[in-house]
């Protein structure tokens, strides 16, 4: 049985999708994490967001975050995890993730884990745009130990 | 040079936008560091761009193939395809 989806997606994120393949008959809990996009950051009026993806090694490590989650908190969780590649308006749904599991306890903390290490270990970039017509690409999470935030995100 | 060797990188969000290409040919020494593949790397994307102040974001970045993100120790010792990886910012 598969219990493990991620993709990266060029097409409207759909919940419904999510929330289908983590049910089980076993399962008495679902979470859902749904990302989107708001219309302000720091200060600045945001029209819209645009994401970029290495996608090859995004996908290698969306699996290995899910593998680290089961690992943690149940071999039997099922996760789904999408994340947008393009640009999208203000509200469009940048990421979804769908934990099911037998219990809540371990639906919400493996819905937490995934969402705060898929902020800072998967390659995904995003750009701002701003109202007044500027535009700015966003580095919140170092890519490793050794190297240091930058810049603040357009947090989730 | 027959001691060099040819790195392919991908650039990714603001490197994209800056040198306005999807990828760049470098040719460096066999067994070179990544720190000298990204002082290389520097030189040739300040020819792409006037905004060299940008070009700091690269000491926050590494590089990786589609499997893996290289520990900034590794050597690199063939030609390959690499990317560069800016701070991520996804979610």
């Known amino acids: ?119 800072k270990r998967v390659p995904i970039w995003k750009q701002e745009h701003y109202v007044d017509g500027d535009s700015e690409w966003i580095h919140g999470s170092a890519c490793c130990s050794t190297h240091s935030s930058v810049s603040h995100s357009h947090e989730s | 040079m027959k001691n060099n060797i040819t790195i392919t990188v991908s650039l990714f969000g603001v490197f994209r936008q800056l040198a306005n290409k999807n990828k760049v040919t470098i040719e460096i020494a066999k067994g070179s560091s990544l720190s000298m593949l990204r002082n290389v790397l520097r030189e040739m994307l300040m020819q792409f761009t006037s905004e060299h102040g940008k070009l700091t974001i690269l000491d926050h970045c590494v590089f990786a193939t589609e499997k893996r993100i290289l520990s900034e120790q590794e050597l690199i010792d063939h030609s390959v395809e690499l990317a560069v990886l800016p701070p991520f910012s996804g979610g």
Not at chain 1, 99 to 110: D, F, K, L, P
């Open chain 1, 1 to 119: 049985m598969n219990t493990i989806h991620v993709d990266i997606v060029q097409t409207p994120l759909s919940v419904d999708r999510a929330i289908t393949f983590v049910d089980d008959a076993a399962f008495g809990a679902t979470t859902v994490f749904i990302g989107k996009v708001r219309n302000h950051n720091a200060g600045r009026s945001v029209l819209g967001v645009s994401y970029d993806v290495f996608t090859p090694l995004a996908h290698q490590l969306l699996k290995e975050l899910c593998l680290e989650a089961q690992e943690q908190w149940g071999r039997d969780l099922k996760i789904f995890i999408e994340h947008y590649c393009g640009r999208l308006a203000i509200g469009g749904l940048s990421v979804v993730i769908a934990v099911g599991s037998r219990h809540r306890e371990e639906a919400y903390q493996a819905s937490r884990y995934l969402i705060e290490q898929l902020k």
